[in-house]
């Protein structure tokens, strides 16, 4: 069972609702939450709860070991999805994981400057020595790989140290794959990703997005009835 991990924070707590009930109507992947404050109306056998003042490594690394089980998903509360997820090819890329050893990760669309080695008819490879081979997108990780990493980088803050990130999955030998499927091209960066259809990402330096998402997000701010001049758009 894949489960799904979703780091947050109470200064987007506008965002949980529309965040959780599009989970829910998209996919039956069991959801868990980390936050600094209790998400009202979730689970809260389902709450990891930190002090802001606790390393952003630690955090996940603690909420992984609880939640995440073998394979878990890494999200943000502004990976808000828009269409059902494909459960079935979910499975597959866990089963993939499984028998692939080497491999401790599996991004849910291509991101950044990827080639084409291709392993399955959707999936391809993102060596170890890649500049890309980090992303916080949707991505489905090896627990146990992702806690190394954690542990590796010691990162305090969200973003902090993003460098340290890919050049220490670089030490560690650390390498991956991309979901591809000819989605459409999202942005300058990115693609869509038709096994897990999320908005990546909804909020750009606390903003809307509306300028790559547009038609998703009215569609969904409006039936939120959520004021966009509250944060704003780009």
Excluded at 91 to 106: C, D, G, I, K, R
Aim: hydrophobic share 35%.
């Amino acid at each position: 069972m894949v489960t799904q991990i979703v780091y947050t924070n109470s200064n987007c707590s506008d965002v949980w609702k529309i965040f959780i009930e599009e989970n829910r109507k998209h996919t039956t992947l069991p959801l868990y939450i980390t936050s600094d404050k209790i998400v009202e109306n979730f689970d809260e056998k389902k709450q990891l709860i930190y002090d802001n003042k606790d390393p952003y490594y630690l955090v996940w690394a603690k909420a992984v070991e609880k939640f995440g089980g073998e394979y878990f998903i890494y999200l943000q509360e502004d990976f808000i999805l828009y269409d059902k997820v494909n459960e079935e090819k979910i499975n597959e890329y866990a089963q993939f994981l499984q028998t692939h050893p080497e491999y401790s990760f599996v991004r849910l669309l291509k991101s950044g400057n990827l080639y084409n080695k291709q392993l399955l008819p959707t999936l391809y490879e993102i060596e170890s020595t890649n500049l890309n081979v980090f992303a916080m997108q949707a991505t489905i990780w090896k627990s146990v790989d992702y806690i190394r990493l954690m542990n590796y980088v010691k990162s305090n803050g969200w973003l902090e140290t993003d460098a340290d990130y890919r050049s220490k999955m670089i030490s560690l030998n650390m390498m991956g794959a991309y979901h591809y499927d000819n989605e459409n091209k999202r942005g300058g960066s990115h693609y869509d990703s038709n096994v897990y259809p999320y908005i990546a990402t909804a909020l750009v330096r606390g903003k809307w997005d509306m300028k790559e998402y547009g038609n998703e997000l009215n569609k969904i701010l409006n039936e939120y009835k959520i004021d966009i001049n509250k944060r704003g758009i780009i």
